[in-house]
């Protein structure tokens, strides 16, 4: 069964440190969207993704977090630099398409900024 | 603005009961979609259920039924004969246009007991 891979699963860093998360979507998903879980809060979203152009980052904090999709396939959301309040889950997820009902999930990476 | 809003942080129910898990939610769209995900202790998004807001009939899939109520606002998921497995965290979510980015709620924990 295809699956949305992402790694690292688990990623430790310094605050002030730079960290870099990636994606690979289900096979033939031109939707790709980057979502953020604080614990003990639902996901919120931080960039969409439509093949390899941004749709939607009102959300990301773009002095700090970079999001690319070079190839309209996998993509990487980087950090830089890492703050405490970045703890989180990072949750990538994909969809056959910008109208498509639903949305496939990765297990996330669980980030700690210490 | 969309709003999903999950009053019920956790829940207890016996196995092979059935549970309840609401849902209200906020928008002025006349077109959007309803969604119901599963989020174990793992952390990965599991999709449970989908309804779209023209669906004239409720949508179930397997022991998952949702409640759909348009003129009240609410899409409570109805889980039958709940299994030990069912333990997770619940999110309630909503997108524009029947796809896209989801808004999630706070999500309820649900415990099963033996």
């Known amino acids: 069964e295809a699956e949305v891979a992402q790694s690292p699963r688990y990623k430790i860093t310094e605050k002030s440190q730079a960290v870099a998360f990636w994606c690979d979507p289900i096979?033939?998903?031109?939707?790709l969207y980057w979502y953020r879980q604080i614990l003990g809060q639902g996901p919120e979203l931080l960039v969409q993704?439509?093949?390899?152009?941004?749709?939607?980052d009102s959300q990301l904090p773009k002095d700090r977090f970079s999001a690319e999709r070079l190839k309209g396939v996998d993509s990487t959301l980087k950090i830089q630099p890492a703050e405490l309040g970045d703890s989180a889950m990072y949750l990538c997820?994909?969809?056959?398409?910008?109208?498509?009902?639903?949305?496939?999930f990765g297990q996330g990476t669980r980030l700690t900024v210490v | 603005a969309q709003k999903i809003t999950q009053t019920q942080p956790g829940m207890f129910v016996q196995e092979k009961e059935a549970v309840t898990l609401d849902c209200t939610y906020d928008t002025s769209d006349p077109s959007y979609g309803l969604f119901w995900y599963k989020q174990p202790s793992s952390g990965e998004m599991i999709f449970l259920i989908y309804q779209g807001s023209y669906d004239q009939q409720n949508a179930t899939e397997g022991r998952y039924s949702l409640n759909f109520q348009k003129a009240r606002k609410s899409a409570n998921l109805v889980i039958s004969a709940s299994q030990l497995g069912d333990s997770a965290m619940y999110f309630c979510?909503?997108?524009?246009?029947?796809?896209?980015?989801?808004?999630f709620g706070q999500g309820t924990e649900l415990s099963v007991k033996p």
């Open positions: 993704f439509q093949d390899e152009s941004v749709v939607d």
């Open positions: 979510a909503m997108s524009r246009n029947q796809g896209g980015k989801l808004i």
């Open positions: 997820a994909s969809s056959r398409n910008r109208g498509g009902t639903e949305a496939f």
């Open positions: 096979s033939g998903h031109a939707t």
